[in-house]
């Protein structure tokens, strides 16, 4: 597809289990953002690739959360262990990346309820 | 510590008229700048950016001006429209003249109504 993709867009879950959240980036862009957005609250930065690397991670909440991306494409964001904190909607973004600091597109996220 | 910050959580404003939504931020490495609207249920979508050489972009009915000593941005919608009526965020990003691309910081979001 021509835009951003995340899957799924709905996620109910129990306390204590593993969740991945899936981001299939527009083609051609080298820059993956993953963001959140709890109830009431602003966009929060949770980590960044630029191609396969995470030159910062500095957001993920706990060691609970990683992410990786492979072949410089597809994201999946993995949250262990989910508490009720964690629900959310997780918000994936691409860009051109590196010398183009240009807008990013965003997704339209993946809804995470942990009851 | 938040530095990009949207004070105001809402905004409401009649048809036609003018809405000036505002953000401050702290870190003076900033050098882009961008608003995102955001309807329900869907994902934030680029509107306008600046860069930091210069102080004012327009796009039709939005206009963006950037004040650096005061570290302020506002975006300017004239005339308002109720399909105007969504959340929206401030964002910031450091590097574009470095060529080193970061991560966009957002603030917490403006939520304008447009009322008929």
């Known amino acids: 597809g021509a835009g951003v993709s995340q899957s799924p867009s709905n996620k109910v879950t129990e306390k204590g289990k593993d969740v991945e959240l899936r981001c299939d980036p527009i083609s051609g862009h080298t820059a993956l953002y993953w963001y959140r957005q709890s109830l009431g609250q602003g966009l929060e930065f949770l980590i960044y690739?630029?191609?396969?690397?995470?030159?910062?991670k500095s957001g993920l909440p706990s060691d609970r959360f990683s992410a990786e991306r492979t072949g410089g494409s597809v994201s999946t964001l993995t949250i262990q262990r989910t508490q009720q904190e964690d629900s959310a909607v997780y918000l994936c973004a691409s860009s051109l990346g590196l010398f183009q600091n240009t807008e990013a597109f965003f997704g339209q996220g993946t809804r995470l309820t942990v009851v | 510590d938040q530095q990009v910050k949207q004070n105001s959580p809402s905004l409401s404003v009649q048809e036609g008229r003018i809405s000036i939504l505002n953000c401050d931020y702290t870190?003076?490495?900033?050098?882009?700048f961008l608003w995102y609207k955001k309807y329900p249920a869907e994902g934030p979508t680029f509107l306008i950016s600046?860069?930091?050489?210069?102080d004012k972009n327009e796009d039709g009915r939005f206009t963006v001006f950037l004040n650096k000593s005061a570290k302020h941005l506002s975006l300017h919608i004239v005339p308002s429209q109720p399909g105007d009526s969504a959340v929206y965020f401030c964002a910031a990003s450091a590097g574009l003249f470095t060529g080193a691309n970061s991560k966009l910081t957002f603030g917490k979001g403006i939520t304008l109504s447009v009322r008929p």
């Open positions: 600046i860069s930091s050489i210069k």
């Open positions: 690739f630029q191609g396969n690397s995470a030159p910062d």
């Open positions: 870190n003076s490495m900033f050098d882009y």
